[in-house]
């Protein structure tokens, strides 16, 4: 104490607290101050408290556990959405539908009691309505934007789907223009629910709201269609067949008109359309068979043609992206009889292509309409048979080895069919457990 008074004459300071509470006292011929005694002194609790990130932390604190100076999280890698997303996207309400309800909403909004100017009560209400009215607009943007998956993250089989049913780039667009309406939608209300804060008069303040109303509505008339076609996109890709990657699947393939849409009638419960013209699959279709108390997903998929990858439709493309992304066993059903439209020296080549293609899967072949295969075997007259090989022309006559021969009309090879489908679902059961016992392994 002889020391501070030494160096402070008139003013004394002692740290009481480790809080740094301070007591500041001064000296002079009028005032009388308290004055501690040495031993008094003694008895004071100090602490040093050290600057951390902007806040005073005690030593002993420090002692008893080491300060972590919060670093910013590292970003975690996007984690891929599992297969039924589509069944998860969100109820799209129609842009006029939209817009209508938030109108009615907005209108509601009363202005804040207790105003007694009318000019100032008329600016609260209008600047109220008109950020109700932004809200209402954007929330709901701004839901399906959140809820409707990035195409990166999905599985590879629905992003196969998405870009071969809606064309490629099309779902990010119309995301895209409905982000872009949903920011005007915020820019145009945040600019005149101010205005209407800003009014001098109950008449000025009148306008402003109409006009914000009025702008608002220019808005949705001309970026409004990116919500209808959300609305179209999303009944689209609910209507996808949903598939389990746990279930075994059998997919049939073929050059398209060769009968596998009746196929799949007589062995799942799935119910294609069934014309004699090409490409009457318009899409994947899935039915389900059960088979001793087991469930399984039986896929028609449009037929493929004779042409390299690049030169496809998108139908044809639909069954290569089953193939790739699904566990599936395959059913290959071929037609010899001419009547599909495709020869069967074309169908040979698609066969050996797509089962050089996809060799590691389980494979049934099927040479269906049996019963139209009397006599000679069916000659193209477009075909020019003087480079066929051995393997072609045996083609022509039975079909594939170990090929099942059946008729949907007479009912002939159909048991041994079933038997066979039976036997190599529960093979691929085993297969996918096989594969699920492994990765549980390596985890």
């Not at 910013?72 to 109820?91: C, D, I, N, T, W």
């Not at 938030?102 to 100032?120: C, D, E, F, W």
Request: aromatic share 6%; proline share 6%.
């Amino acid at each position: 104490m002889k020391l501070a008074s030494s160096l402070f004459p008139n003013q004394w300071r002692l740290l009481a607290s480790p809080q740094l509470c301070f007591i500041f006292s001064t000296a002079s011929k009028s005032h009388t101050f308290w004055s501690p005694t040495l031993r008094q002194c003694q008895n004071l609790q100090t602490a040093v408290s050290p600057v951390v990130t902007s806040s005073y932390l005690p030593t002993s604190y420090i002692t008893q556990k080491q300060i972590e100076i919060p670093t910013s999280p590292e970003k975690q890698p996007p984690v891929q959405e599992g297969l039924g997303a589509f069944q998860k996207l969100p109820m799209v309400m129609p842009s006029i539908d939209l817009y209508c309800s938030a109108l009615r909403k907005s209108k509601r909004v009363q202005p804040t009691k207790g105003i007694a100017n009318i000019a100032k009560r008329e600016r609260n209400r209008g600047a109220k309505q008109l950020d109700a009215f932004m809200k209402e607009l954007a929330l709901p943007l701004k839901g399906y934007m959140e809820s409707f998956p990035r195409k990166r993250l999905l599985h590879p089989y629905e992003r196969s789907l998405i870009e071969l049913t809606l064309g490629d780039g099309k779902y990010e667009e119309v995301l895209g223009q409905v982000d872009v309406l949903r920011k005007k939608v915020l820019i145009v209300g945040k600019e005149h629910a101010s205005l209407c804060a800003k009014a001098l008069s109950k008449r000025e303040a009148e306008d402003r709201l109409n006009e914000g109303v009025e702008k608002l509505e220019l808005v949705f008339q001309q970026h409004g269609k990116a919500v209808d076609d959300l609305l179209s996109i999303a009944k689209v890709l609910r209507a996808m067949p949903v598939v389990d990657l746990q279930m075994p699947t059998l997919c049939l393939v073929g050059a398209p008109n060769v009968g596998k849409s009746s196929l799949v009638r007589i062995l799942s419960t799935g119910k294609p359309e069934i014309c004699n013209y090409p490409f009457t699959t318009r899409g994947i279709l899935m039915g389900h068979v059960i088979l001793n108390y087991q469930r399984f997903q039986v896929t028609d998929t449009p037929g493929l043609l004779r042409r390299c990858d690049e030169d496809r439709n998108n139908l044809e493309k639909l069954t290569l992206a089953v193939l790739t992304h699904l566990p599936t066993a395959v059913l290959y059903v071929h037609d010899l009889t001419g009547e599909c439209g495709t020869s069967p020296s074309d169908q040979f080549r698609i066969y050996k292509e797509i089962k050089e293609r996809f060799k590691d899967y389980l494979w049934i072949d099927v040479v269906s309409k049996c019963d139209l295969l009397e006599g000679s075997p069916v000659i193209y007259a477009k075909e020019d048979r003087s480079g066929d090989e051995a393997e072609i022309i045996k083609y022509r006559e039975t079909g594939p080895d170990e090929s099942i021969h059946v008729s949907v009309k007479t009912e002939q090879g159909l048991n041994e069919l079933k038997s066979k489908v039976k036997e190599v679902l529960t093979n691929e059961m085993a297969k996918i457990k096989s594969a699920e016992s492994v990765d549980q392994s390596v985890v």
